[in-house]
């Protein structure tokens, strides 16, 4: 018997150059969209306590923010409102208020930067005053086509003011085919829709929700929001939104669904976009701050796992940090 290896696979990760060769996934600016939390006011900003290094931002400094986006060669960004109180009602009529938060910053943004992508999050518990995604029945529960008639006004409202992709984050079912029947009698065809095909009931949403101050005043969002038990159901919901008319798919959160990423690229062909999550972004700066981690080498294997699994694209708060790093 031969007493060396035929085989040694570390010939091939001897030299770095070889590496880069061989490598399977690359990560690129380009794979990037950055969610930034609009507020109101003027040269006003504010830090969000449990996501280190986020902040919610007025326009005039978000139009800053999306010069520096696309110096560093990130494509796109994702809107998310923070609504004050008086605004919110139980039926959420400010989400369609088409001088609202949303559409004025989306306005600017496409007059200032018209290069840049800008997505916006079509949902309902940010203008609701109980916190639900959705108008509440007499019992409490979230009634689903209710709820799509008002998804449609919003998105609406958002493609009107210029968005090229609005993201329908609620979960009701048939939102999708709706949003997409209104963008055609409208005239808002190229309008994409990035449908949240697999959102789950994920307690890894604490610190987003902090951020926006949404959380729902009782209850959950089980009823409607993805048991994490599942993963079959994800290709159900995912052959349901291509089929209504859905332009790319969203898996939310991102490292503990890595499974569910990878069943979704092998049944779809859309593009796939992961949602890093605030939860995810938060542990690996509280990791930073104890001196447990190295933040940016384990952003960026984060991320690598997430293109991974099959992910086209990734929505992350690291997203600015991942592109700097890129950029050395």
């Known amino acids: 018997m031969n007493q060396y290896a035929n085989v040694r696979m570390r010939r091939n990760r001897r030299d770095n150059f070889n590496r880069k060769l061989v490598r399977e996934v690359t990560l690129s600016c380009d794979d990037l969209i950055q969610p930034i939390f609009v507020c109101e006011g003027q040269n006003y900003r504010e830090a ?13 400094l978000i139009l800053k923010q999306a010069e520096n986006l696309v110096a560093l060669g990130i494509p796109a960004i994702a809107l998310f409102p923070v609504i004050r109180a008086e605004a919110k009602t139980p039926d959420a009529e400010e989400s369609f208020n088409p001088e609202g938060l949303i559409p004025r910053v989306v306005r600017a943004l496409r007059a200032h930067l018209p290069e840049l992508g800008v997505i916006t999050d079509v949902a309902l518990d940010c203008y609701t ?5 959705g108008l509440l029945d007499g019992s409490g529960y979230v009634v689903n086509d209710a709820t799509v008639a008002v998804l449609v006004r919003q998105a609406l409202s958002h493609a009107e003011a210029g968005a090229q ?3 329908p984050s609620d979960m009701m079912d048939g939102r999708i085919g709706a949003i997409r029947e209104a963008f055609e009698e409208q005239c808002y065809v190229n309008t994409r829709i990035l449908a949240y095909s697999a959102k789950y009931a994920s307690a890894f949403y604490g610190p987003f929700r902090d951020a926006l101050e949404s ?17 079959r159901e994800a290709i159900r919901e995912i052959h349901s939104d291509e089929e209504e008319g859905a332009d790319w798919l969203l898996i939310k959160p991102g490292l503990p669904y890595l499974d569910v990423i990878r069943l979704t690229r092998e049944h779809s062909e859309l593009p796939i976009a992961a949602y890093h999550v605030s939860g995810e972004y938060a542990m690996l700066k509280a990791a930073e701050e104890k001196g447990w981690l190295d933040y940016e080498s384990c952003l960026m294997e984060s991320l690598v796992s997430l293109r991974r699994a099959g992910a086209d694209m990734i929505f992350t708060y690291g997203a600015i940090d991942a592109a700097s790093i890129l950029k050395r």
Do not use: C, F, W
């Open 48 to 60: 969000i306590p449990t996501m280190p290094g986020v902040e919610r931002l007025s326009l005039d």
């Open 129 to 133: 005053s109980h916190g639900q995604d």
């Open 165 to 167: 992709i609005v993201a």
């Open 215 to 231: 959380a729902p005043k009782e209850g959950d969002k089980k009823t409607y929001q993805m048991d994490p038990s599942n993963a």
